[in-house]
């Protein structure tokens, strides 16, 4: 993430208030992610570090967003991705480190986007406002 110290001027409009988890096994992203979106306006209301997780925090919280890691332990984020959309209509935006052709498979399942790793702030906020836009349009 860029200057975690600079915090953002003003939350985009669209995502102020908004309801997120994050699902992340890595500890350092799920904390820079967690500290962009709050700085941002969003309210993080879970986290989750492996797939199983995902699905539970998400259908228990039922947030707005949810930001999903592919590579994740125990079930993957694609998978995990799948489950929740069979139960609960919800903004995915897949995270990773993967090539592009995952991208594909992710939108097949459902997720509203893909943004590549690694992910500043400033590629963050303005892709997630983009992503949930398109999301509450369809």
Same mark, same amino acid.
């Given at each position: 993430?860029?200057? @975690?110290?600079?915090?953002?001027?003003?939350?985009?409009?669209? %995502?102020?208030?908004?309801? /997120?988890?994050?699902?992340?096994?890595?500890? !350092?992203?799920?904390?820079?992610?967690?500290?962009?979106?709050? #700085?941002?306006? %969003?309210? !993080?209301?879970?986290?989750? /570090?492996?797939?199983?997780?995902?699905?539970?925090?998400? %259908? #228990?919280?039922? =947030?707005?967003?949810?930001?999903?890691?592919?590579?994740? @332990?125990?079930?993957?984020?694609?998978?995990? +991705?799948? #489950?929740?959309?069979?139960? &609960?209509? !919800?903004?995915?935006?897949?995270?990773?480190?993967?090539?592009?052709?995952?991208?594909?498979?992710?939108?097949?399942?459902?997720?509203?986007? &893909?943004? @590549?790793? =690694?992910? +500043? #702030?400033?590629?963050?906020? @303005?892709?997630?406002?983009?992503? &949930?836009?398109? &999301?509450?349009?369809?």
């Amino acid at each position: 993430m860029s200057d @975690p110290n600079n915090p953002t001027k003003e939350a985009p409009s669209i %995502l102020a208030g908004k309801r /997120v988890v994050i699902c992340e096994d890595e500890t !350092v992203i799920q904390m820079q992610l967690n500290r962009a979106l709050t #700085r941002a306006g %969003l309210a !993080v209301v879970g986290t989750a /570090v492996n797939g199983e997780e995902a699905v539970e925090v998400t %259908l #228990r919280e039922r =947030p707005d967003l949810v930001l999903m890691d592919i590579l994740m @332990p125990v079930l993957d984020g694609l998978e995990a +991705t799948r #489950r929740i959309l069979q139960t &609960y209509p !919800v903004c995915i935006i897949v995270l990773t480190a993967f090539p592009v052709e995952h991208e594909t498979q992710a939108l097949e399942i459902g997720a509203c986007g &893909y943004i @590549p790793k =690694p992910i +500043t #702030r400033d590629i963050l906020l @303005p892709k997630v406002e983009e992503l &949930y836009t398109t &999301y509450q349009k369809r």
